[in-house]
């Protein structure tokens, strides 16, 4: 079927009319024989003319001016076909019922009634191309969340927002991203899908591509992709053959606690997730037999109490030998303290480069220490302390018990200090938190 090429004045009623786009390399600015190429012809694309383009080879300008014009086709009420990271998906503007009444023919086995008044009663999932944008939008304000959205997006995982959107968080339909369920979203990182979202000026709601399409939502490797594409009413369809993880994201609930639950895993581990969103303290001396392990026992003990998370202590030394246990007398000073017992015999490391570069704050003894890390890793300058501000603190060794309690005290006071400061922990007069789900982690 070839397009019409007379506007609807000439040619009024003649073909059942899609989106208004732009015909030939001239569309995206394309330089032909070292000069532009001649003009763009504009037509009105019949429903069903779906129209494909390789991304691979596209120069940087080719490549924004085909986001913007994917885009203005979402806002048109289009459905346009692109890759992320995980999986191929089918892109619609989530104001408009009639191109989410066309995506959500796509996915027969999920139930949803679509209208002019709003959608029923499971919803889609926001896409967007800014993550500041989102975490306004759904009011995230929890430490863990915080440190979610630093740290996994933009990337491969759905995240689950628990909470109240009753008014529309991005100018989407009633109900289209939240139908009294978690609100749904993702923040792809594939630059290519972020730019498209970034350029829409409508709300973009995103669905896996059907199977005829993409067995797997790996690779466009349906038998007939043309007609398949013209079929569903693609405008316009952008390969850019195998994607990154070739699967799905993975889903992460953000729960109304503050904490969070790995739903489903994916593209991501939960392990992977877990290890994203912690937060690492590292604590150094000289060789992690009596200081830094005591700074890791107490940062725990108060950690624990106060239910923060998900943040993990630890400790090295810059000279230590390795595997080598904590002082009895420091065993002792911690326990005076009321310090809980460590869940494993301490043994001591050597500090490494990597290490620090994977600590998000490095607490050092004296200010030797804190040269002495720096000199391994220094990019890392702006995360290494000394942990008592008011200067070094002395290694207790073969000074007696009652050295070993005054350190104990003095590195107490300094962990409060600085947690306080990172607001590792909240602060006084904070409301009692409920119990957690099981699952859920904070």
């Known amino acids: 079927m070839k397009p019409d090429r007379?506007?609807?004045?000439?040619?009024?009623?003649?073909?059942?009319?899609?989106?208004l786009i732009l015909f030939g390399r001239g569309a995206y600015g394309f330089q032909e024989q070292g000069r532009a190429s001649p003009e763009p012809v504009g037509v009105w694309l019949p429903l069903g003319v779906a129209e494909?383009?390789?991304?691979?080879?596209?120069?940087?300008?080719?490549?924004?001016?085909?986001?913007?014009?994917?885009?203005?086709?979402?806002?048109?009420?289009a459905l346009v076909l692109f890759p992320t990271e995980t999986v191929y998906g089918l892109a619609?503007?989530?104001?408009?019922?009639?191109?989410?009444?066309?995506?959500?023919?796509?996915?027969?086995?999920v139930k949803r009634t679509i209208s002019a008044k709003g959608v029923g009663p499971n919803g889609f999932t926001w896409h967007s191309g800014d993550v500041e944008a989102v975490k306004r939008a759904a009011g995230v304000r929890a430490a863990t969340h915080e440190r979610i959205f630093s740290k996994l997006l933009p990337g491969p995982v759905r995240l689950l927002i628990e909470g109240s959107f009753e008014k529309p968080v991005a100018g989407e339909i009633c109900g289209a991203f939240w139908a009294g369920g978690p609100l749904s979203v993702r923040v792809p990182s594939h630059a290519f899908a972020r730019e498209v979202l970034s350029r829409a000026r409508t709300p973009v709601a995103m669905d896996r591509v059907p199977s005829a399409i993409s067995s797997s939502g790996k690779l466009l490797d349906g038998a007939d992709l043309k007609l398949n594409l013209d079929a569903a009413g693609v405008a316009l369809c952008i390969d850019d053959g195998a994607t990154e993880y070739g699967g799905v994201s993975s889903a992460v609930r953000l729960t109304r606690a503050g904490g969070y639950a790995v739903e489903s895993e994916g593209a991501l581990s939960a392990r992977e997730i877990d290890d994203a969103v912690v937060t690492r303290v590292l604590f150094v001396c000289s060789g992690n037999t009596c200081r830094s392990p005591m700074a890791e026992r107490i940062a725990r003990d108060v950690l624990e109490r106060s239910r923060s998370g998900p943040i993990r202590a630890e400790s090295a030394g810059t000279s230590a030998s390795e595997g080598e246990p904590a002082t009895r007398e420091g065993d002792e000073a911690l326990s005076e303290l009321g310090?809980?017992?460590?869940?494993?015999?301490?043994?001591?490391?050597?500090?490494?480069r990597e290490m620090v570069r994977?600590?998000?704050?490095?607490?050092?003894?004296?200010?030797g220490h804190r040269e002495a890390v720096l000199a391994i890793s220094p990019e890392?300058?702006?995360?290494?302390?000394?942990?008592?501000?008011?200067?070094?603190?002395?290694?207790?060794?073969?000074?007696?018990?009652?050295?070993?309690?005054?350190?104990?005290?003095r590195i107490r006071a300094g962990i409060l200090q600085r947690f306080a400061e990172a607001k590792l922990v909240p602060g006084e007069g904070g409301k009692k938190q409920r119990v957690r789900a099981a699952g859920e982690k904070s």
């Open 358 to 367: 994977s600590a998000d704050y490095v607490f050092t003894m004296t200010r």
């Open 6 to 19: 007379l506007g609807a004045a000439e040619n009024p009623g003649a073909l059942t009319k899609g989106p």
């Open 380 to 409: 890392s300058a702006d995360k290494v302390k000394v942990l008592d501000s008011a200067g070094d603190i002395p290694d207790p060794i073969g000074s007696g018990l009652e050295a070993y309690r005054k350190t104990a005290e």
């Open 92 to 109: 619609a503007s989530a104001s408009q019922p009639d191109a989410l009444g066309k995506l959500a023919a796509f996915a027969p086995g």
């Open 339 to 352: 310090v809980q017992p460590a869940a494993t015999r301490h043994r001591s490391r050597g500090l490494t």
């Open 52 to 77: 494909i383009v390789q991304l691979s080879g596209l120069k940087a300008k080719e490549r924004e001016a085909l986001a913007a014009r994917a885009a203005a086709l979402i806002d048109q009420g």
